[in-house]
């Protein structure tokens, strides 16, 4: 347990552009040294975005959410900071002088990088209605319910639960369950 809450979200700046370029070259570090343990994670995060061509065509295309920054999730050592530190595309960490400062978990839950039980990024959900889920934090904890709704925009899930020797509908974040 402690070896995984070492491990704190952090933001990269890069040249505009190199985004990518950056997430490659710090994953392609990571599996050469061997140091999957230590540097878990690399995302640009991006969002769909319609737009309409000149023909009236309407085409889906990524953009980025947050341009000439990456975001790392690893555990802060001299080793992992001098990879990341010295990629090429990446001009320093965020953060006051050359101390890096990782994120709050409330930016990381805005962010939807990650929730409590497994990452969630860019609206990567494994839940459906019908699903059972179990509740792990707030007012109904340890009640097992089943989904009747999910809004990923919102990262909310309405829920069937047993409460008060009913059925009651409550919505939760999708932070506060587990899938059964």
């Keep these: 347990m402690s070896e995984e809450r070492s491990k704190r979200w952090y933001v990269v700046h890069t040249y505009s552009g190199h985004e990518n370029k950056v997430k490659t070259t710090i994953e392609n570090s990571v599996k050469n040294r061997n140091m999957e343990d230590i540097i878990e994670k690399v995302v640009v995060p991006t969002e769909d975005v319609v737009t309409t061509t000149k023909t009236g065509k309407e085409k889906i295309t990524q953009r980025k959410i947050f341009p000439s920054y990456v975001i790392v999730k690893m555990e802060m050592t001299d080793e992992s900071w001098y990879i990341v530190r010295n990629t090429k595309g990446v001009t320093g960490f965020v953060g006051p002088g050359s101390k890096p400062v990782p994120l ?55 829920v069937y639960v047993n409460a008060f020797g009913r059925k009651a509908l409550v919505t939760l974040g999708l932070e506060n369950i587990e899938k059964v």
């Design 104 to 158: 709050t978990e409330d930016e990381v839950y805005a962010m939807g990088l990650e929730n409590d039980s497994e990452s969630v990024v860019a609206g990567d959900i494994d839940l459906e209605p019908g699903d059972s889920v179990r509740v792990i934090s707030g007012s109904f904890v340890d009640n097992v319910g089943e989904v009747e709704d999910i809004n990923i925009e919102k990262r909310e899930v309405k």
